[in-house]
């Protein structure tokens, strides 16, 4: 069955809109009451979640990158996101980080959903969750920003079939191979998926995960196809993940640093503009660290397009992004490594 049968073109339209009115006044009951009626009406769960509550959510997100929405208000819209969410995932059976066994019973391996380390975009590993626990899996979510010791908990504590990690940010992938480290130790399997990968799989293979899922809607069949332990990954060696690991305790300082060698030029950015850009340094620098983890200068690349747009829309031109970056550089000048990335990067 397509989307379009399991819910008319016209309804999506018109759920999509009722549904975008509700999240924008920040009117969490009725942003519920409007999904629970097209499943009411036969909808797909996985057409609500996908055509309706994500596709309000990346308008969301264009909103905050195009300046139109501040982040409280993008932050209070996704609130009203994740709150329905759940509520779906408790109308299919679930409870997140909840699924008790009958008493005397051993419990059933379940899959441990988690967002990586210093990753707070915690809707899209929701939706999987739901997801999942509508195909009949045992589901445990360790929420946002799990830290390495968490899954480690979390290992001792469930019999564990897979561990699925979600990263939004592509800054976040030092984060997620510390997990994927952590559950192959323990022979567990690793899914991982998300903006912050690239969609050929590269990016998960450098970091040494087991598989990766393109979305929500693929993720139930490529849990299918793992394999029941999988060996330690092994180290990532080289310059590269060398200064990665030196570089990433650094990643606030640097971006500080850069900062203020910005600060310095007489075109400096001044009042709003500097503060939108001392509030994203340390998210370009972190790519910086992923990129040299998974020897990729595109995920530097991808992230002066992004902050191209951020800046721009906020009264910006792109020669500041071009300062951003070179003080960066400048500021890397004891990681050659780093530096080679860059210039790679911005070429």
């Known amino acids: 069955m397509t989307t379009a049968e399991a819910l008319p073109t016209g309804r999506v339209a018109e ?16 942003a519920l009451q409007v999904v629970g009626a097209a499943l009411d009406d036969g909808a797909r769960l996985s057409a609500v979640l996908d055509d309706v509550v994500a596709a309000c959510q990346r308008r969301v997100g264009g909103l905050w990158l195009d300046g139109e929405w501040s982040v409280a208000r993008e932050h209070a819209a996704t609130a009203v996101s994740e709150y329905v969410v759940r509520a779906l995932l408790a109308r299919v059976g679930g409870e997140a980080g909840h699924e008790p066994a009958e008493p005397g019973e051993r419990p ?3 899959l441990l959903v988690a967002c990586a380390e210093r990753e707070w975009h915690a809707l899209p590993a929701l ?12 589901v445990r979510f360790l929420g946002g920003d799990v830290s390495t010791r968490t899954l480690q908990g979390a290992l001792l504590d469930v019999p564990t079939q897979a561990v699925l990690i979600s990263a939004s940010l592509a800054s976040s992938l030092l984060f997620v191979r510390r997990h994927v480290e952590t559950a ?17 799989g590269r990016r998960a293979r450098a970091l040494g995960a087991t598989a990766q899922a393109s979305g929500g809607a693929d993720v139930a069949g490529v849990v299918a196809g793992l394999p029941a332990r999988v060996r330690p990954v092994e180290p990532l060696t080289g310059p590269g993940p060398s200064e990665a690991a030196l570089l990433a305790p650094r990643t606030t300082a640097v971006a500080r640093g850069a900062m203020s060698r910005l600060a310095e030029r007489p075109d400096a950015p001044e009042g709003h503009l500097a503060d939108v850009l ?7 620098v972190g790519c ?6 998974v020897d990729e200068p595109d995920v530097v690349r991808e992230t002066g397009g992004w902050l191209g747009r951020v800046l721009d829309s906020r009264g910006g031109g792109p020669e500041l992004v071009d300062l951003a970056l070179a003080a960066v550089r400048d500021e890397l000048h004891d990681f050659p490594t780093a530096v080679t990335l860059l210039d790679a990067a911005t070429a």
């Open 127 to 138: 939706v999987v969750c739901t997801l999942l626990t509508e195909a009949g899996h045992r």
């Open 15 to 30: 759920a999509l809109d009722d549904y975008w009115d509700a999240v924008s006044a920040n009117d969490a009951e009725r």
């Open 108 to 110: 059933s391996p379940a």
């Open 278 to 284: 001392a509030d994203q340094l340390p998210v370009v």
């Open 184 to 200: 192959s130790h323990s022979g567990i399997p690793t899914v991982v998926g998300g903006h912050g990968f690239d969609p050929a």
């Open 288 to 293: 910086v660290v992923s990129g040299l983890l």
